[in-house]
C-alpha cells in the first residue's frame, strides 16, 4: 500500500458514480431497480460522486499538508469499505442505510485527519478551518436525512459540506489553476484570519436557516458568497494563463452566488437553480481539482493543464449540460424530458472526456524525477 495512494483508489471510483447516477435516468422505466430515480441520483451524486473525490483528496492532501503518515492499511479498508457502501447502499429504497454509512464515513474523516493534527509538523493550512465546519455539516445533514427531515439534510449535506470544502479549498485552487499566487492563503493578521474562519460558520448558519424554509437566508448566501469571491478568493485578478481550468474556476465561482440569488429570486424554482451549484461549480470544480492532484502527484507536467483538449470539452459539455437542465426546469408538454436526457448525455461526455485522459494518469506515474507535491 505504500506506492498506492489514497486519489489513485477513489477518484476512478467517484467517476464511475457520476456516469451511474446519471445513467438512471436513461433506465428508470425498465424495472431494473425500486428505488424512484430520483433518489438514486442524487445519492449517487453527492455520497457517490462527490465525496468519493473528497475521500480521495483529503486522505492524499493531510498527510502530506500536516508532514505526517500516509494512509495505513487499516485505513485503506475502512474507507474502501465506507465507500463501496456508499455507492451500494444509493439503491436502496431505505435511505437510513445510506446516511448511517454517511456518518460513520465522515466520523473517520475527522479521526482520520484530528490524528495527523495532533501529530503535524507543518503550520495548517487556513482552510482547514472550513474541512471542519463541512464535517459538522454532513454530519448534521445526514442525521437529519436518516430522521427523515429532507429539506434540512439537503441543505445541510448535499449543499452546505461540499459547498464549504470548495469555499474553503478555492482559496488556494482558484489561485493555482489560474496561475496566480494564492495571495489570502499567506495572510498572517489575526482579523483577516478570524473573519476568514468566522464566514465559514456564517455560511454554515445561513444554509441551517435556509433549510428552514427561510427565503431570506439564500440572498444572506448571495451576499456572503460574494464576499467570499472578492475577498478571500480574489477574484478580479486578471490572469493570462491559456488554459481551459481558468475559465472552468471562473465558471465555478459564477455559479456560486448566482444560483443563491435566483433562490432567492425563485423560491419555488430552486431544484433548478441548484442544480447551477452542482453542475457549474461541484462538478466542475471536483474535476478541475482532481486534475491538478492527478498531475502533481502522478509526476506529470502542470503544463498539461493547458495542453489537453479534454479539459476545454470537460468545460464546454458542462456548460451544455447547465443550459439542458435550465431549459427541462421550465419546460412543459412531451418534449421535457428529451431536455432532461440531453443535460444527462453533456453530463456523461464531461466525465468520459475527462477520463479518457486523465484516468491512465492516476494509475501510470508521469515522466518527471519526482512529484510535485
Known amino acids: 500500500m505504500k506506492t498506492l495512494a489514497p486519489y489513485q483508489l477513489f477518484f476512478p471510483l467517484g467517476l464511475l458514480n457520476a456516469i451511474l447516477a446519471i445513467g438512471v435516468w436513461f433506465v428508470q422505466n425498465l424495472g431494473w431497480f425500486t428505488s424512484p430515480a430520483l433518489f438514486i441520483h442524487s445519492k449517487l451524486i453527492v455520497g457517490g460522486f462527490l465525496w468519493s473525490f473528497i475521500v480521495g483528496f483529503l486522505m492524499t492532501a493531510v498527510p502530506r499538508m500536516t508532514g505526517t503518515m500516509s494512509a495505513n492499511k487499516i485505513e485503506y479498508f475502512i474507507s474502501g469499505i465506507l465507500m463501496i457502501g456508499q455507492t451500494l447502499f444509493a439503491w436502496q429504497m431505505d435511505a437510513r442505510y445510506f446516511y448511517g454509512n454517511q456518518i460513520i464515513l ?178 466542475l470544480i471536483t474535476l478541475s481539482v482532481a486534475t491538478r492532484v492527478t498531475l502533481a502527484h502522478g509526476a506529470y507536467p502542470i503544463d498539461l493543464e493547458m495542453k489537453s483538449p479534454a479539459l476545454w470539452w470537460l468545460v464546454f459539455f458542462l456548460v451544455l449540460g447547465i443550459l439542458f437542465r435550465i431549459i427541462y426546469g421550465f419546460s412543459e408538454g412531451p418534449w421535457k424530458i428529451n431536455y432532461l436526457y440531453l443535460a444527462s448525455l453533456f453530463w456523461i461526455l464531461a466525465m468520459i472526456s475527462w477520463g479518457w485522459t486523465f484516468l491512465p494518469r492516476i494509475f501510470k506515474l508521469g515522466p518527471q524525477a519526482k512529484p510535485s507535491c
Do not use: D
Open 106 to 283: 465522515t466520523l473517520f474523516l475527522i479521526l482520520y485527519g484530528g490524528r495527523r493534527i495532533l501529530k503535524m509538523s507543518k503550520p495548517l493550512p487556513i482552510f482547514f478551518s472550513h474541512v471542519g465546519v463541512a464535517m459538522v455539516l454532513a454530519l448534521l445533514g445526514s442525521y437529519y436525512h436518516f430522521q427523515g427531515h429532507s429539506l434540512m439534510g439537503t441543505h445541510l449535506y448535499q449543499l452546505g459540506a461540499t459547498l464549504l470544502l470548495i469555499l474553503g479549498i478555492g482559496t488556494r485552487f482558484f489561485s493555482f489553476l489560474s496561475g496566480l499566487p494564492s495571495e489570502f492563503e499567506t495572510v498572517t493578521a489575526p482579523l483577516k484570519r478570524f473573519l476568514f474562519h468566522g464566514a465559514g460558520v456564517a455560511m454554515g448558519i445561513l444554509l441551517f436557516f435556509a433549510g428552514k424554509g427561510v427565503t431570506l437566508s439564500y440572498f444572506g448566501l448571495f451576499v456572503a458568497s460574494l464576499i467570499y469571491l472578492f475577498r478571500f478568493w480574489k477574484v478580479q485578478r486578471a490572469s493570462n494563463r491559456p488554459s481551459a481550468l481558468k475559465y472552468g474556476v471562473r465558471i465555478v465561482a459564477t455559479m456560486i452566488p448566482l444560483s443563491f440569488f435566483l433562490i432567492w429570486l425563485q423560491p419555488l424554482m430552486y431544484v433548478t437553480w441548484l442544480h447551477l451549484l452542482f453542475i457549474g461549480c461541484f462538478g
